[in-house]
């Protein structure tokens, strides 16, 4: 079974910046996609970026022009540069996969809060 495992995640004050990791490791499968969802508290998990396996980036609007994605296929690890972080981007903040059959595996996050 894939496991995911995030870090990073900090208190960090408004105007900052974090790097979130994701450490993939026992893969047994191809992957098209790499991803970083959120979700605040009492809130839906949102997608926030997503890279392919081609190198494609996708970002949400809420976080375009503050935020990179980006993998170390050497390290099997996935990144999230976020920058000029604002109280609203507080969320869990989780990596997933989704394998070439469409299967999602995700890890259990890392916590990030936007101080005003």
């Known amino acids: 079974q894939v496991q995911l495992v995030e870090s990073g995640g900090d208190l960090v004050q408004a105007g900052g910046s974090l790097r979130l990791s994701c450490a993939i490791s026992?893969?047994?499968?191809?992957?098209?996609?790499y991803e970083w969802y959120r979700q605040a508290p009492g809130q839906q998990r949102e997608l926030v970026a997503q890279i392919s396996s081609y190198g494609r980036t996708y970002y949400a609007d809420s976080m375009k022009g503050r935020v990179t994605i980006s993998r170390d296929n050497a390290k099997n690890t996935v990144y999230l540069q976020m920058d000029s972080l604002k109280p609203e981007d507080t969320a869990t903040y989780y990596c997933y996969v989704t394998s070439t059959y469409g299967s999602m595996y995700g890890g259990r996050g890392t916590q990030v809060t936007v101080l005003t």
């Open positions: 026992e893969i047994t499968f191809s992957i098209d996609n």
